[in-house]
């Protein structure tokens, strides 16, 4: 069994800053691909970021691009979500997901992050 858990989400400011972690521990032997998605009320679930194994390429949104920037630590399992320069419009759920073993794939439980003055 692999379990996720999310942390640093909260309340901040419009301009402001939030890192968002992801911890993941279990049985596995790898841990490959690994992202965030976020999803707000009424709108659907968006690919925020996503880093590759080797944290050499990395994607993300036209909407963050430039303001938020993934990153992992292979020693400790950890996947991070710097997010700089927040706007309203970033407030949701941030969910991370990882892939492990090549093929299956875990979710978090997920965060909030709300933008607000």
């Known amino acids: 069994q692999v379990q996720l858990v999310e942390s640093g989400g909260g309340l901040v400011q419009p301009g402001g800053s939030l890192r968002l972690s992801c911890a993941v521990s279990g049985r596995f032997f790898s841990i490959d691909g690994v992202g965030w998605y976020r999803q707000a009320p009424g709108k659907e679930r968006e690919s925020v970021a996503a880093i590759d194994t080797g944290a050499i390429t990395t994607k993300y949104a036209d909407s963050v691009k430039g303001r938020f920037t993934i990153s992992r630590d292979n020693v400790k399992n950890v996947v991070y979500l710097q997010m700089n320069s927040l706007k309203p419009e970033d407030t949701a759920v941030y969910y991370c997901?990882?892939?492990?073993?090549?093929?299956?794939?875990?979710w978090g439980q997920g965060t909030q992050v709300t933008v607000s003055s």
């Open positions: 997901w990882v892939v492990v073993d090549v093929k299956k794939v875990y």
